[in-house]
């Protein structure tokens, strides 16, 4: 393969909304900048799939909601448009094989089991309030939150097994994982940093589910990528990342370097540079082959750092049925394998959409079954859910994050016990000309678009301001 | 680079215990064979270090003991000779500042503390005994003991700090990590591979630690490898590994193959196969690029499989000096961070050498330190231990394994919580003509070189045996 050599200022690898945004600051700040992206797409864990008569659905991340300031600015400024997600109608909540309807966020359970999951997120608000989301590894008083996963902090705080249930699906709604893989602080620390509030993440209206992007938010990168015109480099697969210390810069490697201290080694491509960007999860980005090897507290944290699992599903009818029955789209079920549900139809509410979630366990049972089987086994949960109509879509599209061999999983990344206050200093510190960015990395709204966002955009002050130039 | 090609039936990627062991049963069983290493040496984690003299220390495993009985006979078939760990004389345990001597596995403690750490190896003992090795993913009913750290089940069972600390010690001697990084039902499926028996696992003579192997466990894989000749070829990091279902294998990717389904890709060697043996940590295997990609079952254990993390120091003094004050060399602190050593001596006694091992945080801790660094606060703790005639070592020698590319850390591979009985069924199940091997595939004694090399045998014998000749 014919490879070609490129010098920039700074090398961004990754063109997601975190890498984008990085190369979009960094242009802005008049440095010179190359994106180096793997895919033959922009957006990484954002992804429009059309579905014919000029709609879509958004196979990646699709929501925003009040307080992801970076990402409803960056909207407005791209010309893009938001609306409301259904929300009007009934609610479902299906467990122990029987459905109910029901009004808000919490669905009605017995008045004990209420009042245990009312508390239990009363609770987990005080202990997330205690964590410092700059630097929580530093918080040793925390080592008990760090020892322990939300599963057993969870059978300790609610007995009821209906409360049980209900925190079991906001863990699987939230991370995409079960209480069992998730460290209780790694939990604290994304509702800290999500607003303080497990129930805020988990509301639609007025939440973190609060609006979608009109024609989908693959366009939020789109439009950055446009701006950055040739900039952006698709179908390059980064290989390996030769680094070497600045001048200026502590650590025992102190070599004399020319003018470009990093070398992004990608399939068909080379990029030198003066700084990096590397803007993928962390699972992925510890996969490169870095020349010298990474610290052992980043190499550590990517090991340990997994990637959520998820199928994310769109089940596609000429209307959406389910409103005539005074019905909003949204069901939560406790028996599976279909963890939650929404409306996901256009604007216009034509055709009508049903994105069903398979989340965590449920997932990882159906990511390498045959496509047909994996339909087959949500069309069963919408079925019960919303009715026989549900079993005969025109469509249905999925897409299965964790064999994706670019992301690895989805919606992200999080740690499980004894992680955060060993390795979590690995997560953010530039190594050398290297900065890290993605929305694991970002303080407010880690996780979510928003972080994404805010992650590329402090990457590239650092380097803007840093040392590196 | 140029590239050389070859063909052979069967390609066995890692030189190490695993791979060679599957690589000397496939030419016993007239399989043609190549080997491809990434390092130029074979060995994998054994590694003999000279010292002068002829003599030599392991920077990696190196002990063995009854019931491991792959080694063993290996040992023996090869020509090589075991001898005992120097084990007489008394032991020393420090903890809250104080260094006392002491006869046997469980140093002295108060009378309270000793009785809980009784007791809970005991429960410990009986509960492994419930695991199956060969499955232990389809133990639903086992759910409880993966959904909490052993951290939290050990606060249940002792509640004293002195018997915490010596939990605590315990899995940082087996794991190279800590309580709260391990999943109980982890913890519990090694001690029943191991043979049931935790203490036995950290018993030098009878038990894990029992005996040595004259001129280094090293000499084991450099012994097959002289067998094997030509066959093995040094010095070639595999990057990729494509594949195809062989006819006859179930799954969607069946097509039609040439006789060389595997074509594995190494720096300057390309190998077809009809099949291949990956004989690497899981960590370090899952790092590949498969094409196509891996089932989500196998990408999410090896995401989840990390590495333990220690370091092995020795420091080598003229003479053992602390044998002629009736003390072994073997010492355990809990107030670190050298947690356990050993008299590390030659068959000969000459020179003394005294084994520390940084293990868990400890180890994360110094594996980013300056090695004059990391040497001092090892000195300082072996002072205290066994006098001030440590402070003045003739050499120093260490390896931090956690940052060399090719293992990620040591002793192996463990399992946080939620992830055996999900991602389990991915540890050692072929994918297509790709069969595993490695110490953490093992089902007896896991983690140790007679798991690596029984793993290496199983997976010859599935190619042998199987569809894939």
């Given at each position: 393969m014919s490879v070609e050599s490129i010098e920039s200022e700074v090398v961004v690898v990754g063109a997601g909304l975190a890498g984008l945004s990085a190369a979009r600051e960094l242009k802005r700040l008049g440095v010179d900048v190359t994106v180096v992206e793997a895919r033959d797409r922009v957006g990484?864990?954002?992804?429009?799939?059309?579905?014919?008569?000029?709609?879509?659905?958004?196979?990646?991340?699709?929501?925003?909601?009040?307080?992801?300031?970076?990402?409803?600015?960056?909207?407005r400024e791209l010309g893009l448009e938001t609306f409301p997600t259904w929300c009007e109608?009934?609610?479902?909540?299906?467990?122990?094989?029987?459905?109910?309807?029901?009004?808000?966020?919490?669905?009605?359970?017995?008045?004990?089991?209420?009042?245990?999951?009312?508390?239990?997120?009363?609770?987990?608000?005080?202990?997330?309030?205690?964590?410092?989301?700059?630097?929580?590894?530093?918080?040793?008083?925390?080592?008990r939150w760090d020892a322990e996963t939300f599963a057993t902090w969870a059978r300790r705080n609610a007995k009821t097994p209906a409360a049980r249930d209900l925190l079991r699906l906001a863990i699987q709604a939230v991370w995409a994982a079960e209480p069992e893989d998730v460290s209780l602080l790694h939990a604290l620390f994304y509702v800290r940093s999500s607003g303080g509030s497990l129930e805020k993440m988990l509301d639609?209206?007025?939440?973190?589910?609060?609006?979608?992007?009109?024609?989908?938010?693959?366009?939020?990168?789109?439009?950055?990528?446009?701006?950055?015109?040739?900039?952006?480099?698709?179908?390059?697969?980064?290989?390996?990342?030769?680094?070497?210390?600045?001048?200026?810069?502590?650590?025992?490697?102190?070599?004399?370097?020319?003018?470009?201290?990093?070398?992004?080694?990608?399939?068909?491509?080379?990029?030198?540079?003066?700084?990096?960007?590397?803007?993928?999860?962390p699972a992925v980005a510890g996969r490169l082959d870095y020349d010298p090897i990474m610290p052992s507290v980043r190499d550590g944290l990517t090991q340990r750092m997994v990637q959520g699992t998820v199928v994310k599903c769109h089940a596609i009818y000429s209307e959406p049925f389910w409103r005539a029955e005074g019905l909003s789209g949204q069901a939560t079920s406790a028996d599976g394998p279909v963890s939650v549900t929404f409306d996901n139809s256009p604007p216009s509410?034509?055709?009508?959409?049903?994105?069903?979630?398979?989340?965590?366990?449920?997932?990882?049972?159906?990511?390498?079954?045959?496509?047909?089987?994996?339909?087959?086994?949500?069309?069963?949960?919408?079925?019960r859910l919303f009715g026989s109509r549900a079993?005969?879509?025109?469509?249905?599209?999925?897409?299965?994050?964790?064999?994706?061999?670019?992301?690895?999983?989805?919606?992200?990344?999080?740690?499980?016990?004894?992680?955060?206050?060993?390795?979590?200093?690995?997560?953010?510190?530039?190594v050398g000309p290297?900065?890290?960015?993605?929305?694991?990395?970002?303080?407010?709204?880690?996780?979510?678009?928003?972080?994404?966002?805010?992650?590329?955009?402090?990457?590239?002050?650092?380097?803007?301001?840093?040392?590196?130039?």
């Amino acid at each position: 393969m014919s490879v070609e050599s490129i010098e920039s200022e700074v090398v961004v690898v990754g063109a997601g909304l975190a890498g984008l945004s990085a190369a979009r600051e960094l242009k802005r700040l008049g440095v010179d900048v190359t994106v180096v992206e793997a895919r033959d797409r922009v957006g990484g864990r954002t992804l429009n799939e059309p579905i014919g008569g000029g709609e879509i659905v958004e196979l990646g991340g699709q929501w925003v909601g009040p307080g992801q300031d970076h990402v409803l600015a960056l909207i407005r400024e791209l010309g893009l448009e938001t609306f409301p997600t259904w929300c009007e109608g009934r609610n479902v909540f299906e467990r122990g094989g029987k459905a109910r309807t029901y009004s808000g966020t919490i669905p009605k359970l017995n008045p004990v089991s209420l009042a245990e999951v009312g508390v239990a997120l009363k609770r987990l608000e005080r202990m997330a309030a205690k964590v410092d989301v700059e630097q929580p590894w530093t918080q040793t008083e925390l080592a008990r939150w760090d020892a322990e996963t939300f599963a057993t902090w969870a059978r300790r705080n609610a007995k009821t097994p209906a409360a049980r249930d209900l925190l079991r699906l906001a863990i699987q709604a939230v991370w995409a994982a079960e209480p069992e893989d998730v460290s209780l602080l790694h939990a604290l620390f994304y509702v800290r940093s999500s607003g303080g509030s497990l129930e805020k993440m988990l509301d639609a209206e007025g939440g973190a589910q609060d609006s979608r992007v009109v024609g989908g938010t693959q366009l939020i990168s789109e439009r950055m990528a446009a701006e950055l015109g040739d900039a952006v480099h698709l179908g390059h697969p980064v290989r390996s990342v030769r680094w070497r210390q600045m001048p200026g810069d502590v650590g025992e490697a102190l070599v004399e370097v020319g003018p470009h201290p990093v070398t992004v080694e990608a399939d068909g491509l080379t990029v030198s540079a003066r700084a990096a960007v590397i803007a993928l999860p962390p699972a992925v980005a510890g996969r490169l082959d870095y020349d010298p090897i990474m610290p052992s507290v980043r190499d550590g944290l990517t090991q340990r750092m997994v990637q959520g699992t998820v199928v994310k599903c769109h089940a596609i009818y000429s209307e959406p049925f389910w409103r005539a029955e005074g019905l909003s789209g949204q069901a939560t079920s406790a028996d599976g394998p279909v963890s939650v549900t929404f409306d996901n139809s256009p604007p216009s509410g034509s055709p009508g959409v049903l994105l069903a979630f398979l989340e965590g366990n449920a997932a990882r049972n159906a990511t390498d079954l045959p496509a047909e089987e994996r339909q087959r086994i949500v069309l069963d949960c919408l079925v019960r859910l919303f009715g026989s109509r549900a079993a005969q879509p025109e469509h249905f599209v999925d897409k299965a994050w964790a064999v994706d061999e670019f992301a690895r999983g989805c919606y992200g990344g999080y740690l499980p016990t004894g992680a955060w206050l060993t390795y979590g200093a690995g997560l953010r510190a530039p190594v050398g000309p290297l900065h890290w960015a993605g929305a694991e990395t970002a303080t407010v709204n880690a996780g979510y678009m928003d972080g994404a966002i805010s992650s590329g955009i402090r990457a590239a002050t650092e380097i803007a301001g840093g040392v590196d130039r």
